[in-house]
C-alpha cells in the first residue's frame, strides 16, 4: 500500500510539474508522542486468557522533514488547495512503559510519510492560514521486555514485532510570504491506529500512539 501510494503522487508530481506551481521546503519540529501498550499474559495452565497488563508513557522528541506541495489549480470560494508529500527521516522511541506486573515494553515508530491535502486562504497579500488532512504511515517496532523470565536475570524479548503503522493527521498553520520563498508555523495531530501482535506463547502485545507536533517551515514556491 505504501508502494503504490507513493508511485501515484509521484506520477502526479512528475506528470503536471509543468503545468502548475510547487513548493519544496525543510521544516523543524518539536514534537511528543503518547503511547500506551498492554500484553495478555498466559494463564495458570499454560494457555492463553490470562490477566492483561498496560501501561502508558510519553516521549518530547525534536525532528526534521522535507516536504514537497502542488497547487491543485483547484479554488473555492477564495481557497486554494494542494496536495503534500512530507517526510520524516527519524526513529522516534517512546520512554520505557512499565505497568508494574512484570511488563516493560518500548515502541519505536520510524520512516514517517504523510500524504495529505492543503486547502489555503489568503488573509491578506503576504499571510495566508491553512487547514491540512492526510493519511499518515511508517513503522513501528514494539519490544516487550517481560521480567518473567524463563532464565533468572534474563529477559525475554518473546513480544516483540514490528508492523506497519498506519493514521490519520490534521492540523492547522499560517504562511507569510517572502522575497526569497516563506515561513511557516503550524501545529498537527496523528492518531494512529492500534495495531497487536500474538507471539508463540499466545501472549497478545498491543500497542497505541498518538503524536502531536509544533514545527516551523522555510520553503520556496516555483
Given at each position: 500500500m505504501k508502494r503504490l501510494i507513493t508511485a501515484i503522487f509521484a506520477s502526479f508530481f512528475v506528470s503536471t510539474f509543468a503545468l502548475a506551481e510547487m513548493s519544496v521546503g525543510v521544516k523543524a519540529s518539536i514534537a511528543n508522542m503518547d503511547a500506551s501498550g498492554s500484553h495478555t499474559t498466559n494463564s495458570a495452565s499454560g494457555g492463553s486468557g490470562g490477566d492483561a497488563v498496560s501501561a502508558a508513557g510519553n516521549a518530547d522528541f525534536e525532528l526534521a522533514s522535507i516536504f514537497i506541495e502542488k497547487a491543485t489549480g483547484f479554488e473555492l470560494n477564495g481557497v486554494n488547495f494542494s496536495i503534500g508529500l512530507d517526510v520524516i527521516p527519524f526513529t522516534a522511541e517512546v520512554d520505557k512503559l512499565g505497568g508494574g506486573d512484570g511488563f516493560d515494553a518500548t515502541v519505536e515508530v520510524a520512516d514517517v510519510m504523510t500524504f495529505y491535502i492543503q486547502p489555503t486562504f489568503n488573509a491578506e497579500d503576504d499571510v495566508s492560514v491553512f487547514l491540512k488532512a492526510g493519511y499518515t504511515q511508517g513503522d513501528v517496532?514494539?519490544?516487550?521486555?517481560?521480567?518473567?523470565?524463563?532464565?533468572?536475570?534474563?529477559?525475554?524479548t518473546d513480544g516483540n514485532t514490528s508492523k506497519s503503522l498506519e493514521g490519520f493527521m490534521v492540523g492547522l498553520g499560517v504562511q507569510r510570504n517572502l522575497d526569497m520563498g516563506f515561513l511557516r508555523l503550524e501545529a498537527t495531530m496523528t492518531d494512529f491506529d492500534e495495531i497487536s501482535h500474538t507471539n508463540s506463547n499466545s501472549k497478545v502485545v498491543k500497542a497505541d500512539a498518538d503524536m502531536t507536533m509544533?514545527?516551523?517551515?522555510?520553503g520556496k514556491t516555483f
Open positions: 517496532d514494539i519490544t516487550d521486555i517481560s521480567r518473567q523470565a524463563t532464565t533468572a536475570g534474563t529477559a525475554s509544533i514545527s516551523l517551515s522555510v
